[in-house]
């Protein structure tokens, strides 16, 4: 006896090839019935034997296609209503979305075949694509992900692209931003002066000669303008970070395949898989030694972001020519958004690019490319973006309704959808009126494809003066909740790894907005989303002229030294420093009267002040500067000695204090007697892992009822000898650890755990 039923399924399931796929299914097993895109995600009914509706059921589930996922799979029992065929119907726009946004997807192998075969009429088209690759969270306007709601909808399809779209046996069926030469969009490039140089592969085969000249182009990509040049011209490089004032922060490039990565780069098995993969991040490696590529690419680092192309423009940039290298940086100034539209590249690139290499397929979300670095045989993101934004992460507990606004440095928002808690895309540092804006459009526009919610509970830091407080008013929030930057690390790490009762967290950062005033980062804590205790914290120093000294790491030298050993420091700053000797003498007066020197307990700081006493950065040119070089002349593979320098806890009040000035002593004794400096900087290392373990101990005797869990957060986490070698000597003594998976442990991922605060406090 037949029978009917109705299955929702919801998840990524739009935008991949899923209707396509249940049609073949349905055909497969002779079942009739319908397949519909809704608000919702997929909506089936199906009609036909009971068993045969399992084994559909079944294969639906475990073989779906490349870029899907499913979340869910409901089904009720039907009326039979004795369909005659299975067909796809249109999609249904009623209600309230709770879709899984399709993220863009590096162009799949079929589609390279075909674009480098010359019997096909896409050959060597650059915006080939199907329902398995391409552009989707980039184009879309609104939902569901039809191609009349993107930007595609300006291409009129000719007769075969039409045929395909429309075909439910072809990998093109339902793909929105099918196109081909003769109806798709074209690529152009244009002198800088805004001069058309040539169209369509004539375009492509000119940048590459450009490109082999020596020239800089600002290319268009899914998410954006990149500046590309040839990667092994030393002069090239130099000219691009002399006309970008990028003096020292590292570049990232493009390589043309992945045996040359191998060349050039360690890659282990899970590094090639995450460069391989569809969402085709840019992956930290070690470079080989001596470097095969030019240092100027990274100075004075060891690791160096490489990415495999993942548009066929990209690819086509490689073809036939003796290109194997590019310099894939993004184009947007410092302090700006990323650049994603045309006239925005001629206005912001006059005095850097030579040339522009643009498509007129627009882009309404730009977005910037992932970094990724695997540390401990886990993928551990630097910056979350192209490739996996939008994806939810999903928790136990509700979250609807709920927005958190981020950090000001790396920020990104996110947003409570039921279970769901969207992170929004890598914003930037919000210290520029731009960013607000384009901060701004992003929410808006994430928020009208999740709700709208009316009167929001909003997450916002403490710190007074961060940029997103503007914001607050236009929401008409129906309460505001201010979390503590450090709290919201800890529960970060927490609900990404599904953690819901107390733990303890160990909390290494920047710089953070503290509940009694000053810079916090190094911070132990307890607690979960509803309460937090501040158990311990490195001992205060002064940070001489403030902001200024995060920029200048020998301010933070001169005033830790100062303020642990007085004259006797600044005897010693002014021979560390001896061309700072006037300027020493300020800070010395400045330290003793409290004039713009607040109190920072920080890690980035602490590793700032050693860079500049051990000479590797005085000055930084980019954020984390001082930090990310003595991190690079640390051997992560290393293991632990017995090499570490002293340390002390004193009580202050309820609190213990981690004071390292026995620590700073020792690196400044050996250093001055000529110990080899990275045997210091593992010392250095090795005291901050044995520091943070003894801490842990004491408390946990202090609080024997207490949880022996502890979260791992903050940007100093990204240091790979840090996070294995803590994680491991804390497994040792018997605590379970964890650190991130889903979101950066900087500040990218500090509005998950903003959010999860506002939610569990409201």
Request: proline share 5%; net charge neutral.
């Amino acid at each position: 006896m037949p029978k009917a039923i109705l299955v929702r399924i919801k998840g990524r399931v739009q935008g991949v090839g899923f209707r396509p796929f249940v049609y073949q299914l349905a055909k497969k097993y002779g079942l009739k019935g319908t397949v519909q895109n809704n608000m919702d995600g997929v909506r089936l009914v199906l009609e036909g034997q009971e068993k045969t509706l399992c084994y559909m059921l079944d294969e639906l589930e475990n073989k779906s296609p490349r870029l899907s996922r499913i979340d869910s799979i409901e089904s009720e029992e039907l009326s039979y209503s004795n369909f005659q065929d299975f067909t796809i119907i249109p999609s249904e726009r009623l209600g309230t979305s709770s879709l899984v946004i399709p993220v863009d997807a590096s162009v799949c192998d079929d589609c390279l075949k075909e674009m480098n075969d010359p019997t096909n009429f896409r050959f060597q088209y650059p915006f080939i694509n199907c329902t398995q690759c391409g552009p989707r969270y980039t184009i879309i306007d609104e939902l569901p992900y039809d191609r009349t709601f993107t930007v595609m909808r300006e291409f009129e399809m000719c007769e075969k692209c039409r045929n395909e779209y429309n075909d439910p046996t072809n990998r093109r069926h339902h793909a929105q931003p099918i196109a081909c030469p003769f109806c798709g969009p074209k690529v152009t490039l244009y002198s800088i002066n805004g001069k058309k140089e040539a169209t369509g592969s004539d375009a492509i085969h000119l940048a590459k000669e450009q490109l082999k000249a020596g020239k800089i182009l600002a290319v268009k990509g899914i998410g954006g303008y990149h500046l590309a040049c040839d990667a092994t011209n030393q002069k090239a490089i130099e000219e691009l970070r002399r006309r970008k004032t990028r003096p020292q922060k590292p570049l990232a490039i493009m390589v043309k395949n992945i045996e040359l990565v191998k060349t050039s780069c360690e890659v282990n098995s899970l590094e090639e898989k995450a460069l391989i993969s569809t969402e085709a991040p840019i992956v930290v490696l070690r470079q080989k030694q001596p470097h095969q590529l030019p240092t100027a690419l990274a100075p004075g680092i060891k690791t160096l972001g490489v990415m495999l192309p993942y548009t066929p423009l990209h690819h086509l940039l490689f073809a036939e020519s003796k290109l194997d290298y590019l310099v894939m940086t993004s184009a947007n100034p410092s302090g700006m958004p990323m650049l994603y539209k045309d006239d925005e590249a001629f206005d912001y690139l006059g005095d850097i690019a030579d040339y522009v290499l643009t498509g007129n397929r627009k882009i309404k979300h730009p977005i910037d490319d992932s970094v990724i670095q695997v540390i401990n045989s886990e993928i551990t993101f630097l910056r979350r973006a192209r490739g996996y934004v939008p994806d939810p992460i999903y928790t136990k507990n509700s979250h609807h309704g709920v927005l958190a606004f981020g950090s000001q440095q790396k920020n990104t928002f996110a947003i409570g959808r039921h279970h769901e808690i969207f992170v929004g895309p890598h914003i930037g540092d919000m210290n520029h009126y731009n960013m607000l804006q384009h901060y701004n459009q992003e929410l808006d526009h994430l928020l009208q494809w999740m709700g709208p919610f009316e009167n929001p509970v909003i997450a916002i830091d403490k710190h007074p003066g961060y940029t997103v407080r503007e914001l607050l008013d236009k929401f008409n929030p129906s309460k505001v909740v201010e979390v503590q930057h450090h709290h919201a690390h800890h529960v970060s790490c927490m609900v990404d790894n599904g953690v819901d009762e107390c733990c303890f967290g160990i909390i290494l950062d920047g710089t953070g907005y503290g509940e009694d005033g000053n810079v916090w980062g190094f911070e132990i804590l307890y607690g979960d989303a509803v309460n937090y205790k501040r158990l311990a914290h490195l001992r205060y120093t002064p940070l001489p002229g403030g902001e200024k000294a995060i920029k200048e790491p020998w301010r933070i030298a001169v005033g830790m030294l100062i303020e642990h050993f007085g004259v006797e420091g600044k005897k010693v700053s002014e021979q560390l420093f001896p061309e700072k000797k006037y300027e020493i003498g300020i800070i010395h007066n400045m330290i003793e009267k409290t004039l713009n020197s607040p109190l920072a307990g920080s890690c980035g700081r602490l590793f700032d002040a050693v860079s500049a006493i051990l000479g590797v950065c005085t000055t930084s040119s980019y954020d984390g500067e001082a930090a990310i070089k003595l991190s690079e002349l640390m051997d992560a593979t290393a293991s632990l000695s017995n090499n570490g320098y002293g340390y002390q806890f004193n009580r202050v009040g309820e609190l213990l204090e981690i004071d390292f000035a026995r620590c700073l002593s020792g690196i400044v004794h050996d250093y001055v007697n000529g110990r080899n400096k990275k045997e210091i900087i593992h010392a250095f290392h090795e005291t901050i892992v044995k520091a943070c373990r003894d801490c842990i101990k004491i408390m946990s005797t202090q609080l024997p009822q207490a949880n022996r869990k502890v979260v791992l957060s903050g940007g100093s986490f990204h240091n790979p000898f840090l996070v294995t070698q803590m994680k491991r000597i804390l497994e040792m003594e018997g605590f379970r650890v964890y650190t991130h998976k889903q979101v950066p442990c900087n500040d990218g991922g500090l509005s998950l755990g903003q959010l999860k605060v506002a939610s569990a406090q409201n």
